[in-house]
């Protein structure tokens, strides 16, 4: 991201939120749990299951230790990974697309 004045998104494109837009502010957090930000409920997904970061204009997925994992573009995530435009991001059974506005 390098444009300072893009707004990082996602849109759900399947699972239970299928079609939602989410706006990513600093952090957002995923998983089952209600206190998520996104909540998702999907056996699959681990209580606090993975979390954006946005630091220096820079959007990034770090897994919190899942049963299931996180995966960007079919690829488990180990540490933290960057995310450009049009990464598709894959929480159980839900996938997301990683955007930018504006």
């Known amino acids: 991201m390098s444009d300072?004045?893009?707004?990082?998104?996602?849109?759900?494109?399947?699972?239970p939120l299928a079609g939602k837009v989410v706006e990513i502010a600093a952090t957002l957090r995923m998983g089952r749990h209600p206190f998520n930000e996104v909540s998702l409920g999907d056996p699959g997904v681990s209580r606090y299951?993975?979390?954006?970061?946005?630091?220096?204009?820079?959007?990034?997925?770090?897994?919190?230790?899942?049963?299931n994992g996180t995966?960007?573009?079919?690829?488990?995530?180990?540490?933290?990974?960057?995310?450009?435009?049009?990464?598709?991001?894959?929480?159980?059974s839900t996938e997301m697309v990683f955007s930018l506005a504006g």
């Open 49 to 67: 299951h993975c979390w954006i970061l946005v630091r220096d204009g820079i959007a990034s997925v770090e897994d919190l230790a899942s049963a």
């Open 4 to 15: 300072a004045a893009s707004t990082p998104f996602l849109k759900l494109a399947s699972g």
């Open 71 to 92: 995966f960007v573009n079919g690829e488990r995530v180990r540490l933290r990974r960057p995310l450009k435009p049009g990464d598709l991001l894959r929480v159980g």
